[in-house]
């Protein structure tokens, strides 16, 4: 799943409506992160608990590639071992 340019809270409602029809399929989630130009807190919160809701039943989320602004801000906030962002070079 690709994600959007701008992920502020302006846009927050959508992804999660998004997720929420991604989860219902049951089915691991891979999110492509490469082009993100924007993210704030509220973003990262719906992405981590998303992440928390498919490890709950043993499923995993992805993220295959993320843009340097998507890296940058995950350290900034913690999240970048969170999500597996960790062991990024950027």
């Given at each position: 799943m690709k994600l959007d340019s701008d992920l502020?809270?302006?846009?927050?409602?959508l992804l999660y409506?998004?997720?929420e029809g991604?989860?219902?399929?049951?089915d691991n989630i891979s999110l492509d992160a490469s082009g993100v130009d924007r993210i704030d807190t509220t973003a990262f919160q719906v992405i981590a608990a998303?992440?928390?809701?498919?490890?709950s039943e043993n499923l995993q989320l992805t993220?295959?590639?993320?843009?340097?602004?998507?890296?940058?801000s995950a350290k900034l906030l913690?999240?970048?071992?969170a999500l597996d962002l960790a062991s990024n070079p950027n």
């Open positions: 502020s809270i302006k846009n927050v409602e409506s998004t997720f991604e989860y219902e399929k049951g998303l992440k928390t809701k498919l490890e993220i295959t590639e993320a843009s340097d602004e998507f890296i940058n913690g999240l970048a071992g």
